[in-house]
Every structure is written in structure tokens, then in C-alpha cells.
């Protein structure tokens, strides 16, 4: 008996040895599509295995079984997208906006449609509601939802809640971002209009005793507030400057008489990450276009989305990335700043990448050409000659999205 289990033990090992002998069949395979993976520096065409929700194979011709097959020739299959600033603590409190109120939206009518796997709340709630906004919006989303913690304790509820710098508490905003640390990713400084330093100065110190990164919403002040003094000496290296380009009253904008102010890329070599956020007040092609052509690129690309912005300009996450696309922006640039470099920014590198054990998001997307329009926020019209558009989306390797049926079964009528 004891020999017999000794030769059964070897056959395992030798099986498990030949691996393709007892492979298991994938869940899904996707073939011949264009893989972008930034994060493992892969741009060509490849297949992608996935089962249990997980990528399980990646390579230039996968031969293993699958339950079933995605034909994705002529497509880009890139990781799950990934917005850095959206607004989803929605709810039907009156004179609440964007915590718990009207203007902000629920992920998953939103998100899938355009690719987006993971959203990150800005702001919406302090640590005042954050459980009320993890019952309402992370607990009951397929979507993955995160968040950057407000500094002020109610969260963004708009007009003087929002100035009231005696509800800007550090110590207990790093308590409950500690607390909930599988969500919160980061701490929300926005729309503060006062002419002091006090609450970037609490939004950083909370930040440094959480051990995660700011995003700051600036402006406001009249006279504006030195950005140079914010990136240089009051943001830390990993800290975000959202609605990069804007230009709003209250705050300086990064372009001046058309030049990229020089500070700006001192800044952004500094370590200071500068995202789009486009929303609905917050994208100019003055100062866009200009920044790319001088050699600027954003290190993140987000839609600012919530009701005020998504029958605007913005539209959604695809639009946005289309309009950086036709703007100068390369396909390989626009992919990173929504995928891995989002990932890195919120120190979830387990996110925006399509390595081997990655759950399974994934988006597939077609780049079009024809005549396109896009408008910026003050009205302006750029015409572009490419749009992305999402054909499918995986969560956690389930069909979410599917634009034109690709994993759909064939209906053959008798």
C-alpha cells in the first residue's frame, strides 16, 4: 500500500509537471486582439486566458481549452479602467450636492459602459457619513468603488459647508480613512474659497498621518493662491492636482499667454501628479492643447462625472480619453494615464495591469476614424478624425458590457 501511494504521488507530480495534460479549460479566452498592458510592457497582439476571475494566461497563441472564445481582431484589449474623480455618494438629501444629494450618480450606470472597472469617489463624504456612503454606493455596486475622504467631516455638500474650516478635523479624518482603509484611498481638499493656507496645510497633515496621498480642487481666492507655493512647497510628491486643465476665477491656471508656466513641470518631476478631471467647469482647450504641444502630458486621466458634467463636454471616461487622443496624446499615453498610472497614484498596483493572477478587468475598444466632434467646457469645438469606444468590459472576468454582442450567443433562426 505504502508503495502504491509513493507511484501515485509521483504520477500527480509528473502531471502536474506537463501542466497541459490536466489543464483545466479557461473560463474565456480572447483572441487576436491588441493587447496595451503598460504595466508589463506589452503592446502587440496576444491572446488572454482568464478563469476563476482571474487572468490566467497571457502569450502569443494560447492553445489551452476555453468554455468560450472572444474573436477580438481589430480590437485593443487593455486593463479595466480606472477614473480617479468621480462623484457616486449619491442620494435625495436636499441642499446636500455632492454628498448624499441629487448631483451625484450611482457607478454601474455609468462606469462598464465605457470600460470603467473602478471609480474613486471625490470627496463625496467625510468621516462624518463615509458609512452611510459604503452602505448606499460601495456595499451595492459591482463596480469597484474607492474614495478620497473629504477633509471637511460632512463631506461635499456644497456653499458655506464646504468653507467651514472648523469641520476640517485631521486627526479623525486619518482615523476613519485608517479604519477603512480597504476603501478610502486618499483625502479630498475641494472648493475652498478662503485666502489662507489652513486647510491644504489639515488635508496633508491627514494625509501624512494615513499614509496616503491628497487630491486638492483649488481655487477660489481673490487674490488666487500661488500655485507655484502649492506644488513646491505645500503638496507632497505623490499628491494630486486635479482639474489640471482649468481655469477657473480664484486660481491660476498652468498655461499663461500660451506657455506652460516653467514651475509646473519642475512640479510634476517633483513628484506632484496632475489630473484632468475634466467635469463640468474644468477642461479648456486654451489650456490643454498648448500644454501638450510643449511637451506636458497629465498623469492621470478622470471625468470630474456627476449630473452637472455627463450631458456636457465630458460626456464619459471614452470621450475624454478621445478628445486627449485627437489633442496629441498617443493611444500608449492614454491607455497608461487611465489604467496603471491611476493605479500607482492611489497605491493599488494590484489594479491597471493584465499580469498573470490580476483579477480579470478588462476592457476591449475600438479606435474609429471618421469626423468627430468635441467640446470643451467654454463651448469650443475641436474637430478629431479618432473616437474610442468601449465594445466589451470584464469585471472580475464576467461579461458586464457588451456593445455588439461579441460574447454573445449566435441566434440562428429556423
Request: hydrophobic residues 40%.
Given at each position: 500500500?505504502?508503495?502504491?501511494?509513493?507511484?501515485?504521488?509521483?504520477?500527480?507530480?509528473?502531471?502536474?509537471?506537463?501542466?497541459?495534460?490536466?489543464?483545466?479549460?479557461?473560463?474565456?479566452?480572447?483572441?487576436?486582439?491588441?493587447?496595451?498592458?503598460?504595466?508589463?510592457?506589452?503592446?502587440?497582439?496576444?491572446?488572454?486566458?482568464?478563469?476563476?476571475?482571474?487572468?490566467?494566461?497571457?502569450?502569443?497563441?494560447?492553445?489551452?481549452?476555453?468554455?468560450?472564445?472572444?474573436?477580438?481582431?481589430?480590437?485593443?484589449?487593455?486593463?479595466?479602467?480606472?477614473?480617479?474623480?468621480?462623484?457616486?455618494?449619491?442620494?435625495?438629501?436636499?441642499?446636500?450636492?455632492?454628498?448624499?444629494?441629487?448631483?451625484?450618480?450611482?457607478?454601474?450606470?455609468?462606469?462598464?459602459?465605457?470600460?470603467?472597472?473602478?471609480?474613486?469617489?471625490?470627496?463625496?463624504?467625510?468621516?462624518?457619513?463615509?458609512?452611510?456612503?459604503?452602505?448606499?454606493?460601495?456595499?451595492?455596486?459591482?463596480?469597484?468603488?474607492?474614495?478620497?475622504?473629504?477633509?471637511?467631516?460632512?463631506?461635499?455638500?456644497?456653499?458655506?459647508?464646504?468653507?467651514?474650516?472648523?469641520?476640517?478635523?485631521?486627526?479623525?479624518?486619518?482615523?476613519?480613512?485608517?479604519?477603512?482603509?480597504?476603501?478610502?484611498?486618499?483625502?479630498?481638499?475641494?472648493?475652498?474659497?478662503?485666502?489662507?493656507?489652513?486647510?491644504?496645510?489639515?488635508?496633508?497633515?491627514?494625509?501624512?498621518?494615513?499614509?496616503?496621498?491628497?487630491?486638492?480642487?483649488?481655487?477660489?481666492?481673490?487674490?488666487?493662491?500661488?500655485?507655484?507655493?502649492?506644488?513646491?512647497?505645500?503638496?507632497?510628491?505623490?499628491?494630486?492636482?486635479?482639474?489640471?486643465f482649468a481655469n477657473v476665477n480664484g486660481r491660476e491656471p498652468i498655461v499663461e499667454d500660451g506657455k506652460l508656466r516653467p514651475f509646473v513641470k519642475t512640479a510634476q518631476d517633483r513628484g506632484i501628479i496632475f489630473d484632468v478631471g475634466h467635469g463640468g467647469g474644468s477642461f479648456l482647450y486654451a489650456q490643454a492643447v498648448p500644454a501638450i504641444k510643449q511637451g506636458f502630458r497629465p498623469n492621470s486621466i478622470s471625468t470630474d462625472l456627476h449630473t452637472g458634467s455627463m450631458n456636457g463636454g465630458m460626456k464619459d471616461m471614452i470621450n475624454v480619453m478621445s478628445k486627449l487622443l485627437n489633442i496629441g496624446m498617443t493611444l500608449d499615453e492614454v491607455i497608461e494615464c487611465s489604467t496603471w498610472n491611476p493605479a500607482k497614484i492611489i497605491k493599488r498596483e494590484e489594479l491597471g495591469n493584465l499580469s498573470v493572477g490580476s483579477g480579470a478587468d478588462v476592457a476591449l475598444i475600438s479606435v474609429d476614424k471618421g469626423k468627430f466632434g468635441y467640446i470643451d467646457i467654454a463651448g469650443y469645438k475641436m474637430n478629431g478624425d479618432k473616437r474610442i469606444v468601449c465594445q466589451l468590459t470584464l469585471r472580475d472576468g464576467r461579461v458586464v458590457w457588451d456593445l455588439n454582442g461579441l460574447a454573445a450567443i449566435p441566434f440562428n433562426e429556423k
Open positions: 500500500m505504502k508503495n502504491s501511494y509513493t507511484f501515485f504521488g509521483i504520477l500527480v507530480i509528473f502531471f502536474l509537471g506537463c501542466g497541459t495534460l490536466i489543464a483545466q479549460p479557461l473560463d474565456l479566452l480572447i483572441t487576436k486582439g491588441h493587447v496595451i498592458d503598460p504595466k508589463n510592457n506589452i503592446n502587440a497582439v496576444m491572446d488572454v486566458g482568464i478563469a476563476d476571475g482571474k487572468i490566467a494566461e497571457i502569450g502569443s497563441k494560447i492553445t489551452t481549452k476555453a468554455k468560450k472564445t472572444i474573436d477580438a481582431s481589430g480590437l485593443y484589449v487593455v486593463p479595466g479602467l480606472i477614473d480617479i474623480h468621480g462623484h457616486h455618494h449619491y442620494g435625495t438629501e436636499p441642499d446636500h450636492y455632492l454628498s448624499n444629494g441629487y448631483s451625484a450618480l450611482p457607478p454601474d450606470g455609468f462606469t462598464f459602459r465605457s470600460g470603467v472597472t473602478t471609480v474613486v469617489d471625490a470627496g463625496g463624504a467625510g468621516w462624518q457619513n463615509f458609512g452611510q456612503f459604503k452602505e448606499q454606493a460601495i456595499d451595492n455596486s459591482r463596480t469597484r468603488v474607492l474614495a478620497f475622504l473629504n477633509i471637511v467631516g460632512a463631506g461635499m455638500r456644497g456653499g458655506a459647508y464646504e468653507q467651514n474650516a472648523e469641520d476640517m478635523d485631521p486627526k479623525l479624518t486619518a482615523m476613519v480613512a485608517r479604519r477603512y482603509s480597504e476603501y478610502i484611498v486618499g483625502i479630498k481638499l475641494a472648493h475652498y474659497s478662503g485666502e489662507e493656507w489652513g486647510p491644504t496645510d489639515m488635508a496633508v497633515e491627514a494625509g501624512e498621518l494615513a499614509d496616503i496621498p491628497v487630491m486638492v480642487d483649488f481655487g477660489g481666492s481673490e487674490p488666487p493662491l500661488s500655485l507655484q507655493t502649492l506644488f513646491l512647497e505645500k503638496l507632497r510628491p505623490g499628491d494630486i492636482f486635479t482639474h489640471c
